[in-house]
Antibody
Framework: EVRLVQSGAEVKKPGESLKISCQAS????????MAWVRQVPGRGLEWIGI????????RHSPSFQGQVTLSVDKSTDTAYLQWTSLKPSDTAIYYC???????????WGQGTLLTVSS | SFVLTQPPSVSVAPGKTATITCGGS?????VHWYQQKPGQAPELVIR???DRPSGIPERFSGSNSGYTATLTISRVEAGDEADYFC???????????FGGGTKLTVL
């Protein structure tokens, strides 16, 4: 059974850094692209980017390019999404999702709620 | 940039058929649909325009005319009440595009 388990909710202040995680199980981690998606509560889905665990090849939405960093740790089958300086506008739920092919999101994590407030 | 347009809301009585549209200037790529219930992560309900993943009821079906994709839910149940999002992978820009989402209300 494929499972994506994300790290817990975070409350941060503007300017702080953060790295959230998504641990995969039930399949060969290096075989499938992993994506990150943002959802402001009550709003729609926004694609952040994708990363391939085998070689860390990545693609970003222009809206998020330079704002976040995607990374993986193949030794622990974990994908990461990182910020160096958070803003209140980063407040949202962040989902990781495994791609079947570079077409659609087949499996989703449970989401990580990030709140950025002074 | 490419935009997918969905109606903000659709209402339907139990047992009736719900139709949710997803329009673009030209949907050259396949369209995929996700259901998101309150407090839950999205779930894939239709892939490649009209293919239903294992475990999704036959009541869910999809189609794509090239300009408008449609998600149809037959014999709607109370448990179908959710937000529905369409999605394409825009090949020319290698970008993922989501529609704005449609809230399905079961009356």
């Amino acid at each position: 059974e494929v499972r994506l388990v994300q790290s817990g909710a975070e409350v941060k202040k503007p300017g702080e850094s953060l790295k959230i995680s998504c641990q995969a199980s039930g399949y060969r981690f290096s075989d499938y692209w992993m994506a990150w998606v943002r959802q402001v509560p009550g709003r729609g889905l926004e694609w952040i980017g994708i990363i391939h665990p085998a070689d860390s090849d990545s693609r970003h939405s222009p809206s998020f390019q330079g704002q976040v960093t995607l990374s993986v740790d193949k030794s622990t089958d974990t994908a990461y999404l990182q910020w160096t300086s958070l803003k209140p506008s980063d407040t949202a739920i962040y989902y990781c999702a495994r791609l079947m092919t570079r077409d659609y999101f087949q499996f989703w994590g449970q989401g990580t709620l990030l709140t950025v407030s002074s | 940039s490419f935009v997918l347009t969905q109606p903000p809301s659709v209402s339907v009585a139990p047992g009736k058929t719900a139709t949710i549209t997803c329009g673009g200037s030209s949907i050259g790529s396949s369209v995929h649909w996700y259901q998101q219930k309150p407090g839950q992560a999205p779930e894939l309900v239709i892939r490649y325009d009209d293919d239903r993943p294992s475990g999704i009821p036959e009541r869910f079906s999809g189609s794509n005319s090239g300009y408008t994709a449609t998600l149809t839910i037959s014999r709607v149940e109370a448990g179908d009440e959710a937000d529905y999002f369409c999605q394409v992978w825009e090949r020319s820009s290698d970008q993922v595009i989501f529609g704005g989402g449609t809230k399905l209300t079961v009356l």
